[in-house]
């Protein structure tokens, strides 16, 4: 599970060029948007983001002075690999609006990389989640179908 995120992680990471290092063609299978909630909770992702649009808690207390939006027509996730990097491998590409506060002085994010315990299931998940709430570049999922293996008959004359 662990060697599956690092692969992922890896292909996002050198997808930013055409060609065969290219994220075209990158999808996850469809997940749970439901769950995907359940996964944003467990983490506690509500601690220091806030979801765009959504009405804001009048108890909402965050770990940070302001939340970190998620959504909306960000200037950072604009498709669909950049969501999913975003969320495994958080100091990528940071933004650069965003305050000192939620970087390392060497420029890391603060972000807690839950890599390590986040399942591709609860990736899949999350990512269900979060994909509808961000103005992001439409992709075609991969058809997960069954192959069947053909033999080709033999000829003995």
């Given at each position: 599970?662990?060697?599956?995120?690092?692969?992922?992680?890896?292909l996002?990471?050198?997808?930013?060029?055409?060609?065969?290092?290219?994220?075209?063609?990158f999808?996850?299978?469809?997940?749970?948007?439901?769950?995907?909630?359940?996964?944003?909770?467990?983490?506690?992702?509500q601690?220091?983001?806030r979801?765009?649009?959504?009405?804001?808690?009048?108890?909402?207390?965050?770990?940070?002075?302001?939340?970190?939006?998620?959504?909306?027509?960000?200037?950072?996730?604009?498709?669909?690999?950049?969501?999913?990097?975003?969320?495994?491998?958080?100091?990528?590409?940071?933004?650069?609006?965003?305050?000192?506060?939620?970087?390392?002085?060497?420029?890391?994010?603060?972000?807690?990389?839950?890599?390590?315990?986040?399942?591709?299931?609860?990736?899949?998940?999350?990512v269900?989640?979060?994909q509808?709430?961000?103005?992001?570049?439409?992709?075609?999922?991969?058809?997960?179908?069954?192959?069947?293996?053909?033999?080709?008959?033999?000829?003995?004359?």
């Amino acid at each position: 599970m662990k060697t599956t995120i690092i692969v992922l992680a890896t292909l996002l990471l050198f997808a930013c060029d055409q060609g065969p290092k290219s994220p075209r063609g990158f999808s996850l299978p469809e997940g749970n948007m439901e769950q995907g909630y359940q996964v944003f909770k467990k983490y506690q992702c509500q601690d220091c983001h806030r979801i765009a649009g959504d009405k804001e808690p009048e108890d909402a207390q965050y770990l940070v002075a302001k939340p970190i939006p998620l959504g909306g027509s960000s200037g950072r996730i604009k498709t669909y690999a950049e969501l999913v990097t975003s969320i495994i491998n958080p100091s990528h590409k940071l933004t650069p609006r965003q305050p000192a506060s939620f970087t390392s002085e060497d420029g890391v994010s603060l972000m807690r990389v839950v890599n390590d315990e986040l399942t591709v299931s609860e990736l899949i998940d999350l990512v269900a989640y979060l994909q509808p709430k961000y103005k992001v570049t439409p992709y075609r999922t991969s058809d997960y179908r069954l192959y069947q293996l053909r033999i080709p008959e033999k000829s003995y004359e």
